[in-house]
């Protein structure tokens, strides 16, 4: 008989790597997260959408960034990952779902989504984000 299980089985163990260290993925380590914001606005200078900070002691595995306005074609974004804008001035044709493949941020690192409204029209914008942290 193995020494895993009384049946004989193996037992297998998932691990993630995370900030150079190996973290067991098991309940007690990761809570799930999603952030769902809005922001309605006629504003001509850019407004906080959604904000996330990453909290102490943990690290954040981002999954995925979805935006939505209920006008596209007159609302204009904002991406700004870790202090750093990723892009900005974009108006989108389509409701955009950004996946970022499991990407990792260390305690602290923010993640900023804003919008404004291209020409004054009355624009609500909606952001969402998913992931989960890990302690």
């Keep these: ?31 799930p ?11 001509l200078s850019y407004g906080t959408v959604l904000s996330y900070t ?8 981002l999954y995925g960034l979805e935006l939505y306005s209920n006008v596209l074609s007159k609302t204009s974004w904002q991406l700004t990952l870790k ?10 044709p389509s409701p955009l779902n950004i996946f970022f493949a499991d990407a990792r941020l260390s305690a602290g690192d923010v993640i ?4 404004l409204s291209s020409d004054g029209t009355q624009v609500t ?7 989960k942290e890990v302690a």
Aim: proline fraction near 4%.
């Design 125 to 131: 914008a909606y952001g969402h984000l998913e992931g």
């Design 1 to 31: 008989m193995g020494r895993d299980h009384p049946d004989g089985t193996s037992r297998t163990i998932s691990i993630q790597v995370i900030s150079a260290q190996a973290v067991p993925e098991i309940a007690a380590n990761a809570s």
């Design 83 to 92: 202090g750093v804008v990723q892009w900005t001035a974009q108006v989108l």
């Design 112 to 115: 900023l989504l804003e919008a």
């Design 33 to 43: 997260i999603s952030r769902l914001s809005t922001l309605t606005t006629t504003s």
């Design 54 to 61: 990453v909290p102490t002691s943990t690290v954040t595995v």
